[in-house]
């Protein structure tokens, strides 16, 4: 793609197909898991430490309304891979395998997105994003 088919599109556009891109590739790594790329999300996050609710929220609200994170997480209670008590959601054993198993399929979506761009570009962009999201 020359540049100025590149540029032809805004910047908006393409944060969105990246976002979607990445996406579909989560769900293609995932699919027949029982889990999308914000199940995962929650996954690893409770796989660092019990969390409260309100911070899984917080912490995936710019990827998610409340209402969505509320159905991954009502999700992933019912299969039995996360328990909640005392006020924090974490791991149960079973949660702790399928975080196990499905980590290499993660790290491959990783993988392509580290090899799609050298580390000294990919610094870059990440950023240039950040300077973007601080200027609006």
């Keep these: 793609m020359t ?3 590149a540029l032809s599109r805004p910047v908006g556009w393409w944060l969105k197909e990246a976002d979607a891109r990445l996406d579909a590739a989560f769900d293609r790594s995932l699919v027949g ?13 409770l796989a660092r430490s019990p969390t409260r609710r309100t911070d899984v929220s917080a ?4 990827f998610d309304s409340p209402t969505a994170i509320e159905a991954t997480l009502s999700r992933l209670i019912s ?15 079973e949660g702790e395998q399928q975080h196990a ?3 290499p399929l993660v ?8 090899r ?18 601080a200027a609006l």
Excluded: C, H, M
């Design 79 to 93: 299969t039995g891979w996360i328990e909640e008590s005392a006020g924090l959601l974490r791991l149960t054993l």
């Design 59 to 62: 912490f995936l609200a710019a």
């Design 101 to 103: 198993d499905l980590a």
């Design 116 to 133: 799609a761009l050298p580390q000294e570009d990919y610094v870059t962009l990440i950023r240039l994003l950040e300077r973007l999201a």
């Design 3 to 5: 540049d100025k088919q």
């Design 33 to 45: 898991r029982n889990v999308d790329r914000r199940g995962w999300q929650i996954l690893a996050s």
């Design 107 to 114: 790290d491959d979506v990783r993988g392509r997105v580290a």
